[in-house]
């Protein structure tokens, strides 16, 4: 069964706020993904990465950073968070790029 | 761009009756075509992709035919049971941002009563 994981589950903070959400996979998946959900837009697509030390940019990619440091560790950096970044933010993995994708539970996050 | 778009949720609906949740793309390339369900408290899970025009996919009662031709892919079910209740996401991946991302409609929430 193919596993992602997230953490934290839950994060609250300030505007101006440092965060770093982390994901884990153990498929041995080469592509990973990081959305954010917002109701009444679905699920948009931040960055992804076909490997480790790769970054690809997604459709709403402003004011995140990524980085993708081994095939199974992807993590999403909020360097100066803002209100309307809180979000519930899932990982996810495909083996190939066109494959289906598999999706780790989500971090909610509320920056005050 | 391409897009999905879907039916307007929240749709209620009471146990033994039929669904059917709208998907109507735009792209200018040959998709993929996914459904993908999210239940509470859940990442979203693959219901079923299906690659190549005019064919179904199916699982768990649920089915939806690629329709090329009217850019469709309507989910069906016959007969919905309270444990259907999650949120239903209709997507696409095509060549067309040069690169095989996953589009996503909106997402459609399903209430079954019992």
């Known amino acids: 069964e193919a596993a992602v994981t997230q953490s934290p589950r839950n994060k609250v903070t300030v505007t101006g706020g440092n965060v770093t959400l982390s994901c884990r996979q153990t498929n041995s998946h080469n592509y990973m993904y990081w959305y954010r959900q917002d109701t009444g837009h679905g699920l948009r697509l931040i960055h992804y990465?076909?490997?480790?030390?790769?970054?690809q940019i997604g459709d709403v990619p402003d004011g995140y950073k990524a980085t993708r440091t081994t095939q199974e560790d992807f993590f999403l950096l909020l360097e100066l968070a803002s209100p309307s970044q809180t979000s519930l933010y899932f990982c996810?993995?495909?083996?190939?790029?066109?494959?289906?994708?598999?999706f780790g539970p989500g971090t909610r996050l509320t920056v005050l | 761009g391409d897009s999905v778009t879907q039916t307007e949720g929240p749709v209620t609906l009471s146990e033994g009756t039929s669904l059917t949740v709208n998907c109507s793309y735009e792209?200018?390339?040959?998709?993929?075509l996914f459904w993908y369900v999210q239940y509470p408290g859940e990442g979203p899970q693959l219901l079923f992709k299906?690659?190549?025009?005019?064919e179904k996919g199916s699982s768990r009662g649920f089915e939806a035919t690629y329709n090329k031709e009217a850019t469709s892919f309507h989910l069906q079910k016959a007969s919905v049971q309270e444990s259907d209740s999650a949120v239903y996401y209709c997507?696409?991946?095509?060549?067309?941002?040069?690169?095989?991302?996953?589009?996503f409609g909106s997402g459609t929430q399903l209430t079954v009563m019992p």
């Open positions: 299906v690659p190549k025009a005019n």
């Open positions: 997507a696409l991946s095509d060549l067309s941002s040069g690169s095989w991302q996953l589009i």
């Open positions: 990465s076909y490997g480790a030390g790769n970054l």
């Open positions: 996810a993995s495909s083996l190939r790029d066109r494959y289906e994708q598999y």
């Open positions: 792209t200018k390339q040959y998709p993929t």
